[in-house]
């Protein structure tokens, strides 16, 4: 029979523990448990005490710019689609952004709408200096080009389509 009671006993208090955790979250700041017939005030835990603060503390942050702020727009399927490609493109083959563009419009490449491709290229994490380098440095070291023929390359049409400014960054950036 005591077993039935010491068992009946931690349930009552861990009914009262919950009851006094939901009257807490509820707001209030002490907590009342009845037991045998008598009222037991108790002070709040610190738990109870950290999340009242902090509920306190929120009305004195203005909400105001965070109802202001626009939610970001959902970014078309194919849209993510051309930013990924872009970036493999970019990370792998150190494209130039003219060069990518041109290989996500593709009907031989990523066959992408013009406004995905557009996208892709304003959003990928790209420095266009550095493709160029890296780009200069495989004609160099894989087709023994001069300088001058890997500037060529690199700004030519056929080539590269790196812009000038970047070409140049690339040859005075060559071992």
């Not at 039935?4 to 509820?26: D, E, N, P, S, W």
């Not at 049409?157 to 040859?171: C, L, P, S, V």
Request: net charge negative; glycine share 6%; aromatic share 6%.
């Amino acid at each position: 029979m005591k077993k039935v009671f010491k068992i009946g006993c931690l349930g009552i208090i861990g009914i009262v523990v919950l009851i006094a955790i939901l009257a807490a979250l509820a707001g209030g700041g002490e907590e009342s448990t009845d037991t045998e017939g008598t009222t037991e005030t108790t002070p709040a835990t610190e738990e109870n005490s950290a999340e009242e603060a902090a509920e306190t503390e929120e009305p004195e942050e203005p909400e105001e710019p965070v109802e202001e702020e626009p939610a970001e727009p959902e970014v078309p399927t194919e849209f993510e689609s051309a930013l990924n490609q872009a970036q493999s493109y970019s990370d792998t083959m150190h494209m130039s952004k003219a060069g990518l563009f041109e290989q996500l419009t593709s009907e031989y490449g990523g066959q992408f709408p013009e406004d995905a491709a557009q996208y892709a290229i304003e959003h990928v994490d790209a420095d266009w200096k550095a493709n160029a380098l890296e780009s200069a440095k495989t004609y160099q070291e894989s087709m023994s080009m001069s300088k001058e023929a890997i500037r060529d390359q690199l700004t030519s049409d056929y080539g590269g389509q790196f812009t000038q400014e970047e070409a140049d960054y690339a040859i005075e950036n060559l071992e």
